[in-house]
């Protein structure tokens, strides 16, 4: 946990003291033995900070704790508590424990509360009752359970049985009349056989919110110091490990885009920067071809031109040539008798006057000329 997070111990106590002094009641019959026991569980929990790596699991670290310290609570007031079982008292597996309590009488196809049914736990001697806990409500397993309390396995089955057979019997004398009404579903299980599992069933979902309120506040000796760097350092170290993590993703996922050269974002850019660069070179290449084009017409239209003055030139001159031809002609007459005149003025009409009109009619590719 982070210094700077106005991490407070009390407050924590406001928050989870009242779930927690409701499980050490389960194990502890006096409600301020089990309200002591819960406050040295939490100057545990502040002297050994350094053991908690993750903050999220607070909250079970503090359970571990008390349940640990009621235990061993009841080993040190009641030394001869968990015994090894003798031999006479080891169930037999193939009776005993494999045949649990008739079916027909199972105390759990009635409805209790969970008042009632932590009398009954605590009407259990303590060897029983820590076992019957650890069991039914912790979910511990026998092996497990045998390391908790240094008890055999088959002890720890022996004082579940008795245990089991206890509060039934509690519970159908004090609790259960001719008219108490029975659970429907529970019925089913029943008949089913499959009543054992109301036993989990039942003392789980009734004890899950179970809380007592505590009657003081967490008192802290003053010469304990609180020493809050186990758990700014395991949150730096965890943040130090996300930022790292976070760093090698983006890392690799650059290095994916990047060097892989078949990637498609860069495939795909890859392909439109040529497309763009073809288009604008066919456009390009469009412009020139229609700018030799515009050239070479003119030329040839310049060309077309030349023909055309050309021969209109050559025109011009021919009748020119024609007018003094036809002058020099009429110069000879002059001095010639009259009769050859006559016959000279016949040829010259015999000449017809040519009236040349040149009309130029230019299209795109073609030049027409017109006489």
């Not at 002591?36 to 050994?48: G, H, L, M, N, R």
């Not at 424990?97 to 932590?118: G, I």
């Not at 509690?170 to 499959?194: D, I, S």
């Not at 892989?260 to 439109?272: E, R, V």
């Amino acid at each position: 946990m982070k210094q700077n997070s106005n991490f407070n111990w009390q407050k924590i106590y406001l928050d989870y003291s009242p779930k927690l002094l409701g499980i050490c009641r389960r194990y502890i019959d006096d409600i301020y033995t089990a309200e002591d026991i819960v406050q040295d569980s939490f100057i545990t929990a502040i002297q050994k900070n350094d053991q908690l790596n993750d903050e999220k699991a607070l909250f079970a670290w503090l359970k571990k704790i008390v349940v640990n310290n009621a235990l061993q609570h009841i080993r040190k007031h009641s030394k001869d508590a968990f015994v090894t079982t003798e031999p006479s008292e080891i169930p037999d597996t193939y009776s005993e424990m494999d045949h649990h309590l008739s079916e027909e009488k199972n105390v759990f196809v009635y409805d209790f509360t969970s008042e009632e049914l932590l009398s009954s736990i605590d009407s259990l001697p303590s060897h029983h009752k820590s076992v019957f806990n650890l069991y039914f409500i912790e979910n511990h397993s026998h092996a497990e359970i045998s390391g908790l309390l240094g008890i055999t396995v088959n002890t720890s089955k022996s004082h579940l049985l008795r245990a089991k057979k206890a509060v039934q019997n509690y519970l159908m004398k004090n609790f259960v009349k001719k008219n108490t009404p029975k659970k429907k579903m529970a019925q089913l299980l029943v008949v089913f056989g499959l009543g054992g599992l109301l036993w989990a069933q039942t003392f789980k979902s009734k004890f899950a919110d179970f809380t007592i309120q505590p009657s003081k506040k967490l008192q802290i000796p003053s010469d304990l110091k609180i020493d809050n760097a186990a758990f700014s350092s395991s949150g730096k170290s965890l943040k130090k490990k996300i930022i790292i993590g976070g760093t090698f993703l983006i890392i690799i996922i650059l290095s994916v885009f990047f060097i892989n050269p078949k990637n498609s974002f860069f495939s795909n850019n890859h392909d439109s920067v040529s497309s763009t660069f073809k288009n604008k070179g066919q456009i390009k290449n469009k412009e020139t071809k229609e700018y030799l084009e515009t050239i070479n017409f003119d030329k040839k239209e310049k060309s077309d031109n030349d023909a055309v003055n050309q021969s209109a030139t050559n025109i011009i001159e021919e009748k020119n040539t024609s007018k003094t031809k036809i002058n020099d002609d009429e110069t000879g007459l002059k001095s010639k008798p009259v009769l050859k005149k006559t016959a000279a003025n016949d040829t010259i009409e015999e000449i017809p006057q040519k009236i040349i009109v040149v009309k130029k009619i230019i299209k795109r590719d073609t030049v027409f000329i017109e006489k």
